[in-house]
């Protein structure tokens, strides 16, 4: 297994934070990442059961989600990757938000984990930054 974690630390509340980062259909604006929404959730449109596609033909579920406070998913189509959990938490910390993104995955190709550990932290960085621009907006 490889383990990828960033953190970084928002001056907005954390209901704010949480809220952009789990409008799913805005990613495509803020993030420059274009979602696919094949399923929306069960109880909130954004939560549990909500299926999502993201370039390269990656299937993410949404498994748990705890309004302001914690949301998970596991990848469940893609090529490279056995196994992938993220979880993502959203804390108050310093007078704003303290987010920690982290994802656990065995690759299906053998020595790959280190290349996904690099890219993906280099990717989730940048989509923590990029999410910090659109608060600031």
Partial sequence: MV???????FP???????????????WSRWAGVPMKITREGVDDRRGVGLVRVIPGGYHEEVTRFEPHSEMRY???????????????????ADGG???????????????????LRLGLGAAFSRVLRLLEAELGR
């Fill in 3 to 9: 383990e990828v974690r960033v953190t970084r630390q």
């Fill in 12 to 26: 907005h509340p954390r209901e704010r934070v949480f809220d952009v980062y789990t409008d799913h259909w805005g």
């Fill in 74 to 92: 596991r990848l469940f189509k893609g090529l490279g990757i056995a196994e992938h959990e993220g979880i993502v938490t959203f804390e108050e």
């Fill in 97 to 115: 938000t303290r987010v920690e993104w982290v994802v656990r995955i065995r690759p299906s190709i053998p020595l790959t984990g280190a290349l």
